[in-house]
Structure formats: C-alpha cells, structure tokens
C-alpha cells in the first residue's frame, strides 16, 4: 500500500506553519497575540487549501513503461491537481508488466498529489522472455512475422485472446480497484485504451458500482484498428470483441477520445453514444521544452522520432529525397527510435550510407532535443481505409517543436487539417513525389524557417483542465 503524497505535504506545510509560529511566539510581548496568530494561520491554510476529489485513473502504461501509450494520462494526471482532483492510479507492477520500452525520465512527471498503485498481472508476452522489442506495442504491426509459426501466434492472440493478451491484469486490477473505492469513497473513475481489456476492468466497476462516474478514454479504434485482420479473428471472435466494445459505449458516462473522426466512428457503433463522446487532444507539455533551445543545423535534417513499421508506405518520400540527393542537395534523414532491419536495409540500398543516421530508442526528453535540432519533421500514418482518423500523440510536439512537418497519409484526415490549419507543415499521398519533393526543396531554399506558435488549446495543461471539467 503506498503512502498518499498529498499527507506528505500536510506534514510538510504543518512542519513550517509551526516554526513560523513559534517564532512569532518567542518575539511577542503577549502571549495571545502568539495565540492568535495561530489560530489566523490554521484558519488560512483550511480556506485556501479545499481537500483534493480523488478521481481513480486504470491504466497498463505508466513509468517506467515509455512511448507514447503513457504519457496521455501521465501528463493530464500531473495537471489535474491544479483544478482540485486527486488522481489515484491503478497500474501494473514493472516486475510483472510487458512493456515494449521502458523510459525511467518519465518518473520526473508523476505529480506529489498522485497515489500510485500497483498489481501483479499475468503476463502472457512472457514468451517474448528479455527482448522487449519483440513485445507488441501496437499489436503486431511493428514486427510482424509471416512464417508459419508467426501466423499461427498471431491466430492465437486473436482468438484466444479477445480482446488482446494483457486481459491478464484484469483481475489483479479490478480486485485493488473495489478496495480502493470502498476505503476512499471514490466516485469518479477513468480507464484508458489501448489495451482495450483495460476498458473491461471499467465496464465490471460500473456494474458493481452503478453510482460511479465513469470516463473510458479510447485513444485507438478497437475492432476498427489498421492491423486487427493480422490477427485472423473468426467469426465468432468478431462478434465476442464487438460486443466488448459496443458494451463500454452504451455503459460510460463519458467517452474521450483524441480527434473528431474516431469520434464518429465511436459514434456509429452504438446509437446515442454521440452525446457522450468528447475530444480530448493528446497535446505537448511546455515543460518538455524547457532549458531546451531548438538549432538549425548546418546540413538540412529530416528526423523521424519512434517506431516505424515495415509496413509503413514510404516509397514515395524515398524516391523524392534521391531525386533531391541526385540533384545536390545534402541532406541527412535521422531515425530515433525502432527500425526494422527491412526498412533499414532499403534505406540504405537507396540513400546510401552516408545520408542516414540511426539511433536506438531514447528516453522522451532526448527525443525532443532530436526535434529541436532538425531542420524538418517526418510523421507517417499506416495506410488504412481508416486512417483519416489517425492523430499520433507526436503530432502535437512536433508542431511545439516549430519545425515544419511533412507527413504521408491521408490529405483530407485530422492530422492533415491540423497542419493546414495553423501552418504547421503539409500532408502528402504515399505517392505524391512530386509534391513531397517540392516541399522540401522549398524549405531548403527558404532558410529552414519556424513554423507559427501552436495555440494554448493544444496544451497538456490546458486539456487536462477540459477533462476536469468533465469530471464535475
């Protein structure tokens, strides 16, 4: 059982209000004026400090789990005390938990207020043994494997598993879930997804607990996901997930999302739940930034920052850069994250060498230091019919980074209409070369110039006040 961090801080304030007052004691000439004064003191502290509502926050990720997955709640949890919320998180015990990377400079982001939590889970990637690169974080997107043995895993994790293989925690989680609620009257609850089983811990609380106020925070398509047919769902698997999730949307008080298109796909599902569905942008925090000064380096710099698929479509922004290559133009195309070796065999083979840089995943901190020192950001969506609804969380840090974006996907998709909006970069087909090419030469003539500042609307701080809004 930890140890609130908040009755820290009473001791703490209650440490310094006495010697303050003894002070003013040993100084007075009477001693009701030393009683006085303490009673005004106490008086203060209780009208200026209202207690914390506590709100119960389920989720898998949380430090030292890095990527992107964690830090959506990891940062609005670290704002949600500023408007009066206590957040109480329920997550994994590392020692038992899968995470496909690991980030211990996150821990810097979980706010004094916060109580954490943690559970034992059963642990089915435990196959995967110490690589956790082999461990999905997105399903098997990143490191397919088309052997037989690779497909018949796959068949496995999506039929057997339903609706994805960390359902082991749910029991560990939703067990420390009741005793939290019951010993601290907990009347607001939020669980977020991917994993989605960790909206199925949320559906069981609000069963047992009807007067719970219950947010399911949905930051990916569930059986609308890019990958899901990797899986070879059956029939039957189909409507078992289906159900799942139709059930979370007709049972929240509150759904979330991150953008207006996943929004309506949500919404489709399930008649009525229109109403209850809110965005909620994943956004940047200013303090990532800080003490950081963004360059220009002298070599023109594309970076790319996370995980790339094998499937990702990048041909056409591979053939643009040769064409600019051939052309004499010097550039350089720097990776920070994982790679497979397919993608980065072909890189090779086209660029060459010398006009590519690879390096390991990083912690997030280094990786906004990779941001301000290019001269362009690179953003690839997975080619889907659905991904006009894709917003990766990077998206908002590269835009706060003020270096222009180009990205592959969709044009007419929210990522899109974000960058056209404020200026912040363009978004070209897979296959535009033309296009791709006359972008970057463009900014490679201009200067490398900043892009607009992004608005406060897209701060951590400022979006964790709208979730406090809708916890009230």
């Known amino acids: 059982m930890s140890i609130p961090q908040n009755e820290t801080n009473a001791l703490n304030l209650a440490d310094a209000t006495t010697a303050s007052l003894a002070y003013i004691a040993s100084n007075a000439s009477n001693a009701s004026i030393a009683s006085n004064a303490s009673n005004a003191s106490n008086a203060s502290i209780a009208s200026s400090s209202p207690p914390l509502r506590k709100v119960l926050v389920v989720t898998y990720y949380w430090p030292p789990s890095?990527?992107?997955?964690?830090?959506?709640?990891?940062?609005?949890?670290?704002?949600?005390?500023?408007?009066?919320?206590?957040?109480?998180?329920?997550?994994?015990?590392?020692?038992?938990?899968a995470y496909p990377a690991t980030d211990l400079s996150l821990?810097?982001?979980?706010?004094?207020?916060?109580?954490?939590?943690?559970?034992?889970?059963?642990?089915?990637?435990?196959?995967?043994?110490?690589?956790?690169?082999?461990?999905?974080?997105?399903?098997?997107?990143?490191?397919?494997d088309d052997s037989p043995g690779g497909k018949i895993s796959r068949f496995i994790r999506g039929n057997f598993f339903i609706p994805d293989p960390r359902r082991g925690w749910n029991k560990h989680a939703f067990r420390k879930a009741c005793e939290l609620i019951e010993k601290h009257d907990i009347r607001n609850i939020i669980t977020t997804s991917p994993p989605h089983s960790s909206q199925l811990i949320?559906?069981?609380l609000k069963k047992k607990y009807p007067h719970l106020r219950w947010l399911a925070d949905l930051r990916d398509p569930w059986t609308d996901i890019y990958y899901y047919n990797l899986f070879y769902p059956t029939l039957l698997s189909r409507k078992i997930d289906s159900h799942y999730e139709k059930a979370v949307l007709a049972k929240a008080d509150i759904i979330t999302t991150v953008g207006p298109t996943l929004g309506k796909i949500f919404s489709s599902k399930m008649a009525g739940s229109g109403e209850k569905i809110k965005i909620i942008h994943n956004g940047f925090d200013e303090?990532?930034?800080?003490?950081?000064?963004?360059?220009?380096?002298?070599?023109?710099?594309?970076?790319?920052?996370?995980?790339i698929s094998e499937s990702?479509?990048?041909?056409?922004?591979?053939?643009?850069?040769?064409?600019?290559?051939?052309?004499?133009?010097d550039l350089l195309l720097k990776f920070t994250g994982h790679i497979?070796?397919?993608?980065?065999?072909?890189?090779?083979?086209?660029?060459?060498?010398?006009?590519?840089?690879?390096?390991?995943?990083?912690?997030?901190?280094?990786?906004?230091?990779q941001m301000l020192s290019?001269?362009?950001?690179?953003?690839?969506?997975?080619?889907?019919?659905?991904?006009?609804?894709?917003?990766?969380?990077?998206?908002?840090?590269?835009?706060?980074?003020?270096?222009p974006v180009v990205c592959l996907g969709p044009t007419s998709g929210d990522t899109a209409a974000i960058l056209n909006s404020g200026g912040y970069g363009r978004c070209f087909d897979y296959d535009d070369q033309e296009g791709i090419t006359e972008?970057?030469?463009?900014?490679?003539?201009?200067?490398?110039?900043?892009?607009p500042s992004p608005p406060s609307e897209f701060s951590r701080r400022n979006l964790a006040m709208k979730v406090a809004q809708l916890l009230d």
């Open 312 to 329: 990702y479509p990048v041909n056409g922004f591979i053939m643009s850069l040769k064409e600019l290559i051939s052309g004499g133009s």
């Open 340 to 369: 497979p070796d397919v993608q980065k065999n072909r890189l090779i083979s086209e660029l060459g060498a010398g006009h590519l840089e690879f390096i390991p995943y990083s912690d997030h901190r280094t990786v906004i230091g």
């Open 202 to 204: 949320g559906l069981k």
């Open 439 to 451: 972008f970057i030469s463009g900014c490679i003539k201009t200067g490398q110039g900043k892009t």
């Open 287 to 307: 303090e990532d930034f800080s003490g950081l000064t963004a360059s220009t380096p002298e070599r023109f710099t594309i970076s790319y920052t996370g995980t």
């Open 66 to 97: 890095g990527g992107a997955g964690v830090q959506r709640w990891l940062k609005f949890s670290k704002y949600l005390p500023e408007a009066g919320w206590q957040p109480v998180i329920l997550t994994v015990d590392p020692e038992y938990a």
């Open 107 to 144: 821990e810097k982001d979980v706010p004094a207020a916060a109580e954490v939590h943690r559970t034992k889970t059963t642990d089915w990637f435990r196959f995967y043994g110490n690589d956790k690169s082999k461990v999905p974080s997105a399903g098997f997107a990143t490191n397919r």
């Open 374 to 403: 290019a001269s362009m950001l690179l953003l690839v969506l997975a080619k889907d019919p659905g991904n006009r609804s894709f917003l990766p969380g990077k998206l908002f840090e590269y835009i706060a980074s003020g270096k």
